[in-house]
Nanobody
Framework: QVQLMESGGGSVNSGGSVRLACVYSGFTYSNNCMAWFRQAPGKERERIAFITSDGNTGGADSVKGRFTISRDDAENTLYLTLNSLKPDDTAMYFC??????????????????WGQGTQVTVSS
């Protein structure tokens, strides 16, 4: 059973940066996809970026150039670096995973495992 646990959220001023981490465990297969999503109050869960086990990435246009996904398999950790933060980036941020895959997509229905989320609050 894959387990995911996010950390690194908090309060930050507009224009600031934060790095989120997601520690993972329990993968049975080496070919997997990991991703970040976010959800603001009253809104649907929104895609951010995914990364394959080979390190290939894809991301939503809305955050390209500001958010960067990466992973360190030696440390079993997925990262999301958020730069130039805006109040609209305030949300709960979730990591997600799916293993035994041939390709990755950035859709919520694709992922089998989810973390509990970490809150990022951006003040103006």
């Amino acid at each position: 059973q894959v387990q995911l646990m996010e950390s690194g959220g908090g309060s930050v001023n507009s224009g600031g940066s934060v790095r989120l981490a997601c520690v993972y465990s329990g993968f049975t297969y080496s070919n997997n996809c990991m991703a970040w999503f976010r959800q603001a109050p009253g809104k649907e869960r929104e895609r951010i970026a995914f990364i394959t086990s080979d390190g290939n990435t894809g991301g939503a246009d809305s955050v390209k150039g500001r958010f960067t996904i990466s992973r360190d398999d030696a440390e079993n950790t997925l990262y999301l670096t958020l730069n130039s933060l805006k109040p609209d980036d305030t949300a709960m941020y979730f990591c997600a995973a799916k293993e035994r895959v041939r390709w990755c997509v950035l859709e919520t229905f694709f992922y089998d495992y989810w973390g509990q989320g970490t809150q990022v609050t951006v003040s103006s």
